[in-house]
């Protein structure tokens, strides 16, 4: 488990703490159960995933099962609530705010939702959740655009601070000759450290989230690729390998934040899968093959031993840090998003095209992740799983804000929130199911 510095300047809080202190049911992820996706474009706040167990959330049978049958709290809203609560706000006025989140005089939010006091309860009737899990928290996500976009989304959803960061200073932007969409983005929820800058597309430096210290940053890399094929990429940056970017890029990045504030990184989501399928389709055209075929036997094993590194290495440089792993989304054709785009050829179509994308590599790619995080005893957010059937709510290969935005947050926050209390207070069949391990990684060890 996870231990962390903390004290009375309220610049982290301790997950040892709030694992001896958790005394609710053994827990489990309504995410990875059989559901659906409620939502509605005109109220963000009610974008969830919403397990088939759950016929009624507020019912005190429901409540009290399972927290698999139970969708996960709003985060977002209750983020919202604490947004433009000061941080020069009396300690206890703050503490309490972050305990329980709701309006206050410190806050105003927004009026009345259909005649019910969301600005003190969720659409269910719950109240916000508990919020003290994130304080001084860094929050790492190791991907692609997806996940850059998945931090953008938050960024607008609670009106947060953003911007992109040298890799070697956080307190300095990125050189000027890197493309900023390669370059790690952070998003602040109540930073006690400002940045001295702002190069953020809509910066918003006037939410202080009650002092709650959260940093949530971004990793991207170009897949598994070790070869340096993307290098040529106008937003391509050395070193290509991901392990050495783990090395020399991410770990030295999170060393600043633990001068900062005493702690690496609390939380790591991993995703690989999009930028490895558009290398096997460029191998595929350089041979004049199609991709209508699925990955062969060399390919499989190719990205298994490859993943596996990245993972080995991730696990070493931080020992103690809980990894989990996102599953890769299914495309489809929907604007032209399996496309490979090329100057001259409208939207891919032509000579050369190649389908990057095709649902069976997909497929196999999902099904690989999950084979390795298996093997590796790391939790696994099937997004392909909770995707799927909403390939029409993307941009190209991009899920939307709403719901895909809304919905990657939401459980972002809940596998923080069910780590911070420790996987002892897990369901122990949900720990078996998926082979969960023990903390720290060498231990090598599984529930």
Not at 117 to 137: A, E, S
Not at 258 to 263: N, S, V
Not at 320 to 330: E, N, S, V
Not at 354 to 378: K, M, S, T, Y
Request: charged letters at 20%; one cysteine or more.
């Amino acid at each position: 488990m996870i231990s962390t510095i903390s004290g009375s300047n309220g610049r982290s809080t301790s997950w040892t703490k709030l694992s001896q202190n958790y005394k609710g049911f053994p827990i489990c992820d309504p995410f990875s159960e059989p559901g659906t996706i409620d939502f509605n474009t005109t109220n963000y706040d009610d974008v969830n995933w919403i397990p088939f167990k759950s016929s009624s959330p507020t019912t005190s049978k429901t409540m009290k099962s399972s927290t698999c049958t139970t969708p996960s709290p709003d985060y977002l809203s209750a983020l919202r609530l604490i947004s433009q609560v000061p941080i020069s706000a009396p300690l206890s006025q703050r503490e309490k705010l972050i305990h329980q989140p709701s309006s206050s005089s410190l806050n105003h939010t927004e009026s009345n939702q259909e005649g019910q006091d969301r600005n003190r309860v969720d659409k269910w009737g719950r109240p916000y959740p508990d919020l003290t899990f994130l304080r001084g928290k860094t929050i790492l996500l190791i991907g692609d655009s997806v996940d850059r976009n998945s931090l953008e989304h938050l960024h607008e959803l609670v009106h947060a601070d953003v911007r992109s960061l040298s890799y070697h200073d956080i307190n300095r932007p990125p050189s000027k000759q890197w493309d900023p969409r390669s370059t790690p983005w952070e998003v602040n929820l109540g930073l006690l450290n400002p940045r001295n800058y702002s190069n953020a597309s809509a910066p918003n430096n006037l939410r202080s989230f009650a002092g709650l210290n959260c940093k949530l940053i971004n990793g991207f890399f170009y897949g598994l690729d070790d070869i340096d094929e993307f290098s040529v990429q106008s937003d391509w940056h050395p070193p290509g390998l991901a392990e050495s970017r783990v090395r020399e890029l991410y770990a030295p990045m999170m060393k600043k934040y633990g001068e900062e504030d005493g702690a690496g990184p609390s939380f790591i989501m991993l995703q690989s899968g999009l930028w490895d399928l558009a290398f096997f389709g460029r191998r595929n055209r350089q041979r004049n093959e199609s991709t209508s075929d699925p990955l062969g036997q060399e390919d499989l094993e190719w990205w298994q031993t490859r993943f596996r590194s990245l993972i080995k290495t991730i696990k070493f440089t931080w020992p103690d840090t809980p990894l989990w792993i996102r599953t890769t989304h299914r495309i489809g054709e929907q604007f032209w998003a399996a496309h490979d785009w090329q100057a001259g050829l409208k939207h891919g179509l032509g000579k050369g095209f190649v389908n990057f994308f095709p649902d069976h590599r997909v497929h196999q790619i999902r099904q690989l992740q999950i084979l390795v995080a298996n093997q590796e005893g790391l939790p696994i957010f099937d997004f392909y799983n909770l995707w799927e059937g909403y390939q029409h709510f993307q941009d190209k290969v991009h899920p939307l804000k709403v719901p895909g935005g809304v919905l990657m947050n939401q459980a972002l926050f809940y596998h923080v929130w069910m780590e911070s209390i420790g996987r002892f207070n897990w369901d122990p069949q949900y720990l078996k199911r998926n082979r969960i391990g023990k903390l720290p990684h060498h231990l090598n060890e599984f529930y």
